[in-house]
């Protein structure tokens, strides 16, 4: 669409993908947008589902767990208590029970590095309950309607209860 002086808006009418920002974690990946659950100025723009700024969405958070695995040696959608698969289930995977076998010989300089990493790095608990669900809420922070493509960040800390706490609410 041309704007006024000559200018043109890339008219984001139906976007499945976005770039999306970790910031605790310094990550960015492209990553799947699932579902629009919240937005301040209207809920006509959550029941159509519209993307625009400030909007909270629903992600696919498989990207940020496969980079926080290979970051971190840590699986964040499994439960503390759950056991890790045997080799004979591996195995009939097929090409993820192979990756996962190759992931398990690491040297032992990738071990001291993850070692050390760990031992200053603390997840907070609302983002490792979000990961076992395997959707984290993140919002919109360019304009869609205008540039074309979404670029949004993971709500963490304060803002992160504030919207769950606005989410259970609208449950209600």
């Known amino acids: 669409v041309r ?20 910031g605790s974690e310094n990550c960015t990946k492209k990553v799947r947008i699932l579902d629009v659950v919240y937005n301040a100025s209207s809920n006509e723009l959550v029941r159509t589902k519209t993307l625009c700024k ?6 696919d958070g498989q990207p940020f767990k496969q980079w926080y695995l290979k970051k971190y040696g840590v699986d964040l959608g499994r439960k503390k208590g759950a056991p890790k698969k045997d080799k004979k289930e591996e195995g009939k995977e097929g090409k993820e029970g192979e990756k996962k076998e190759e992931e398990e010989k ?9 070692k050390a990493r760990e031992a200053k790095h603390k997840l907070d608990t ?15 922070s360019s304009r869609p309607g205008q540039s074309g493509r979404i670029d949004c960040y993971v709500l963490e800390g304060e803002e992160l209860t504030f919207y769950k706490r606005k989410l259970e609410k ?3």
């Open 3 to 22: 704007g006024r002086g000559g200018n043109m808006k890339y008219r984001a009418l139906r976007l499945d993908v976005g770039n999306v920002a970790w």
């Open 54 to 59: 400030n909007a909270i969405i629903q992600i």
């Open 106 to 114: 690491v040297s032992k300089h990738v071990i001291a590095k993850r």
């Open 126 to 140: 609302a983002i490792e309950d979000q990961f076992q669900s395997g959707r984290l809420l993140a919002c919109i």
């Open 170 to 172: 609208k449950r209600k």
